[in-house]
């Protein structure tokens, strides 16, 4: 592999040159089956998995995956840059594997596994991190709103947080990255360092395109919808997969709306609009028909409605979850398969990129 010029080292890319076949990775599955397109995706294992979660990510991982060849990752690696206890760390690991396959991931179709792993994520993100510069990392929005005004006191992990995402994704060689509407800074990022990369040190990383839908990538908090849903909203701002019935129509009966009368999608009117799209993407009518559906009723009506398909929606899945839950051999069976299979496409990137740096 002939590295371009380097002149210019930090002039824009070359975004014309492709990648070298020799570093093309093999597909995860059968070795002589045509490639599909890859998709990667990753999840922080830090408890309650939301509605958020799985209307802008993870339902989109499972109705895909017979179009994408599937590597889903439990981001464990990224959870550890706030503070964690061990034991709920480990726990929650487990559960969202759990999750993943309760979702409707199928372990043949899907690699689902645990990001320290595989240590070449750890590595590439090093490498990566000396091509990322401090700039790039001030302009990340979610570091600014996760560190808040204790900046200072924020981890360094925290702050280099975008930069193992990256490792994450270019890694697996991915073509698409499935993820909520808060993640596409983070992705633009990952395609500027393989850029970077592939510049300085020879075609090296595909670059990803994010897989971003029009509906339901921002879920918004159920208390105060000028705020996303995140699991670290108070109790009565999100709803988990885990949530009993009861849970959620108490939290769905205090979701905020306003003090208009019609049940319309119009943008302007937050809370409402959030707990259609809600209603929306779990069901089966379009806009116009469930407009047909609430017109003339109040919220009361339309929010117990909201409350008993949500409430369908999650029963099936947290059915299959109490299963998995109970056989945790059998999940961390599963998560060791799927890190065996996708453990040689990380070292074939690892070792192009250190060949390419001159580590190797
Ligand atoms: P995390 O764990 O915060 O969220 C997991 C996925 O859920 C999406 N999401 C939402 N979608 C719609 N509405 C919401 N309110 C909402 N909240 C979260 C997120 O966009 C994400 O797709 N940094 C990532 C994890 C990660 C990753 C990766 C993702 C690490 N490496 C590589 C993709 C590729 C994160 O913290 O997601």
């Keep these: 592999m002939s590295a371009p010029t380097r002149t210019k080292p930090d002039a824009k890319p070359d975004r014309s040159s492709r990648r070298d076949p020799a570093t093309q990775p093999a597909p995860a599955t059968k070795a002589d089956a045509p490639r599909r397109e890859r998709v990667f995706s990753g999840i922080q294992p830090s408890g309650n998995i939301h509605i958020g979660n799985y209307l802008g990510a993870m339902r989109h991982f499972v109705a895909d995956q017979d179009q994408f060849d599937n590597i889903f990752c439990i981001v464990d690696l990224h959870a550890i840059t706030v503070p964690q206890d061990p034991a709920e760390l480990r726990a929650a690991t487990r559960e969202l594997a759990a999750m993943y396959f309760a979702v409707g991931l199928d372990p043949e179709r899907s690699n689902v596994f645990v990001q320290s792993h595989i ?8 490498i990566l991190g000396c091509i990322t510069t401090l700039g790039q990392l001030n302009r990340m929005t979610q570091f600014k709103v996760k560190a808040g005004e204790e900046r200072d006191e924020a981890s360094a992990g925290l702050f280099t947080y975008p ?30 360092l393989a850029e970077r990369f592939n510049y300085r040190f020879g075609e090296t990383f595909k670059v990803p395109r994010p897989l971003i839908r029009e509906v ?10 000028a705020k996303k849903m ?19 129509r108490k939290k769905i009966a205090r979701a905020t709306t306003d003090s208009e009368r019609t049940i319309v999608f119009d943008e302007k009117r937050p809370g409402i609009y959030n707990l259609l799209t ?12 469930i407009e047909a559906e609430f017109a ?15 409430i369908a929606a999650l ?3 947290q059915r299959r979850y109490a299963t998995f839950q109970a056989d945790p051999a059998e999940l961390d069976r599963l998560l060791a398969a799927g890190a065996e299979r996708v453990r040689p496409i990380a070292a074939a990137t690892l070792a192009a990129a250190k060949r390419g740096v001159g580590l190797a």
């Design 119 to 126: 240590a070449a994520h750890a590595e590439l993100a090093w």
């Design 163 to 192: 930069v193992l995402m990256a490792a994450d994704i270019l890694l697996y060689q991915a073509d698409a990255v499935p993820v909520g509407d808060d993640q596409r800074q983070h992705v633009e990022l990952t395609r500027d």
């Design 216 to 225: 339901g990538a921002r879920i918004m908090a159920l208390d105060d919808p």
């Design 230 to 248: 995140s699991k670290s909203g108070g109790e009565v701002s999100y709803l988990a997969l885990t949530d009993a019935a009861d849970v959620v």
């Design 278 to 289: 809600i209603y929306e993407l779990l069901g089966t009518q379009s806009r116009a028909e």
């Design 296 to 310: 003339g009723k109040g919220y009361k009506e339309f929010k117990a409605a909201l409350g008993d398909q949500i």
């Design 315 to 317: 029963e099936p899945i």
